[in-house]
């Protein structure tokens, strides 16, 4: 399943304060035992360009990262539990969702959850690529209570349709608090939300709060103004705890957010 180069030990050392704790009995958020460990751990991750483009175009897929991030970004999903994105990713990426680490087997896989509040996955046939390869789990696909999933099935081949309300005030959104805890009462116990623009703008702008590291690979290249930024509609307090490294032609900034 390997598809990546194994990163150095130096590498690993610079990524390990930044991953989900990995004792089952610890207390997963870094706030300390209580009421917060009722969410899961969440690494914040992407690759930006200098210009902090996520991609060219809406709904078009751009390779930023090199091989040596690449590495690193499925070292990050061996790590977790689940990948989240928003269906918008889903659609335009096509994403494997699968870990394509050195040595990664397939009950070392992370659970990938789409977020699809109007159940759009689908409906224009598309295909959970790895699942039927046995190279990745069956996505979840979080879509708003009463929304009818693909044919009205409310259940697409490889995936497991999940229902969750939407608020009322904003559309179809989901709180992403909710989110979070329907992810926890199912076990999962770290997440690595992965993209794309609107969920890493909305979490970055209105919940920080649920974000405990972030991880940014920053690509040598300009995306130019008609290119998807990461950029969120408030300004957002410098990060703590930073660290930064090169990997291959890339940068990787680490931190956290103030609280
Ligand atoms: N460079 C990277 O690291 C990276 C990572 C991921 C995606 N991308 C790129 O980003 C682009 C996609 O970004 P996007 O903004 O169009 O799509 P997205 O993946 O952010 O998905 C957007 C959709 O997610 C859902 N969503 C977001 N917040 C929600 C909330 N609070 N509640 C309920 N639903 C919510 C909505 O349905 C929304 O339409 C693509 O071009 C993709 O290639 C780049
Ligand atoms: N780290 C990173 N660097 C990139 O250059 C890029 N385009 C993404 N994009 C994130 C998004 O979630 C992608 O869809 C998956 O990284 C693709 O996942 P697969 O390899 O198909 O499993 N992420």
Redo the contacts with the bound molecule.
């Keep these: 399943m390997s598809e990546t180069l194994a990163l150095s030990s130096e590498d690993l050392a610079f990524l390990g304060p930044y991953l989900p704790p990995s004792s089952l009995d610890s207390p997963q958020h870094p706030d300390g035992p209580g009421a917060a460990c009722k969410l899961p751990f969440t690494t914040l991750t992407?690759?930006?360009s200098l210009d902090g483009r996520?991609?060219l175009a809406?709904?078009?897929?751009?390779a930023?990262s090199g091989p040596e991030s690449k590495s690193l970004t499925h070292y990050l999903r061996l790590h977790h539990d689940a990948i989240l994105?928003?269906?918008?990713?889903a659609i335009?990426?096509n994403p494997g969702l699968n870990c394509r680490y050195p040595g990664a087997t397939l009950e070392a896989q992370p659970r990938p959850v789409i977020?699809?509040?109007?159940a759009r996955w689908g409906r224009h046939g598309e295909v959970v690529r790895l699942v039927g390869e046995g190279k990745g789990l069956e996505p979840w696909v979080l879509v708003g209570e009463g929304v009818e999933a693909v044919a009205g099935s409310g259940k697409l081949e490889g995936v497991e349709v999940l229902e969750l309300k939407t608020t009322e005030s904003q559309g179809?959104?989901?709180a992403?608090r909710e989110v979070f805890e329907m992810l926890a009462k199912r076990g999962v116990r770290n997440v690595m939300i992965?993209?794309?623009?609107?969920?890493i703008n909305?979490l970055l702008a209105n919940e920080r709060d649920i974000i405990d590291s972030v991880i940014v690979t920053v690509a040598p290249a300009w995306l130019g103004e008609g290119a998807?930024a990461a950029s969120p509609a408030k300004s957002v307090a410098a990060m703590t705890d930073v660290k930064w490294r090169q990997f291959g032609a890339d940068a990787v900034v680490c931190g956290r957010l103030p609280r």
């Design positions: 992407y690759a930006c996520i991609s809406p709904g078009t897929r751009t930023l994105i928003g269906v918008g990713t335009a990426d977020v699809d509040p109007k179809a959104r989901f992403w992965e993209g794309g623009a609107s969920v909305d998807v």
